[in-house]
């Protein structure tokens, strides 16, 4: 079984619509992340927790929130999608801070 | 701008050619990272450094911190190395990524 697993794989929405993706990991580490990914520009960190009780923004935290369950779990949600927020979603974890860091696998997210 | 840069942006090669991938970035940092991202989408941690160089199998990664530099090589290269590379840096508690050099092996 994968190590860090991301839910759904593929989401197509709309405008409004709120949406939640998740993490999961299995490696027992502290650390986790979100990130999106555009063609051309890279991945861009949205947020980031070091722990169960903290959370902090990335560089493009505005229209997310995130909560982490538990140290095994991350979650992102959009509040009220929008079609900018169409890209690729992934999470990510480490053992320290910004570290070597073990991706899932993506959620592709479309926003119609 | 962005504070790191690859190049080339896309790199064709034909099996068993050297490979070479760079990165530079413009800010103070205390690591840098070389991903792997292969055409299904998942991502790979191939290398973190923050001086000299490190080596594994036929890729190596090297990091001038004076002149703001890494380099990715791969020597002997395969068709099953194609992929994106990414490179991206750590300052402080922010990560910042490259747009990815999109290797080709041709066999």
Known sequence: DADVTQTPRNRITKTGKRIMLECSQTKGHDRMYWYRQDPGLGLRLIYYSFDVKDINKGEISDGYSVSRQAQAKFSLSLESAIPNQTALYFCATSDLSFDEQFFGPGTRLTVL | ?107
Not at chain 2, 12 to 26: L, R
Not at chain 2, 41 to 49: D, N, P, T
Not at chain 2, 67 to 90: F, G, M, N, Q, W
């Open chain 2, 1 to 107: 701008k962005n504070e790191v840069e690859q190049s080339p942006q896309n790199l064709t090669a034909q099996e068993g050619e050297f490979i070479t991938i760079n990165c530079s970035y413009s800010v103070g940092i205390s690591a840098l990272h070389w991903l792997q991202q292969h055409p299904g989408g998942g991502i790979v941690s191939l290398f973190m450094l923050s001086s000299g160089k490190k080596k594994h199998g036929r890729l190596i990664a090297t990091i001038n911190i004076q002149e703001k530099h890494s380099s990715l090589h791969i020597t002997a290269s395969h068709p099953r190395d194609s992929a994106v590379y990414i490179c991206a840096v750590r300052f402080g508690n922010d990560m910042r990524f490259g747009a990815g050099t999109r290797l080709t092996v041709k066999p």
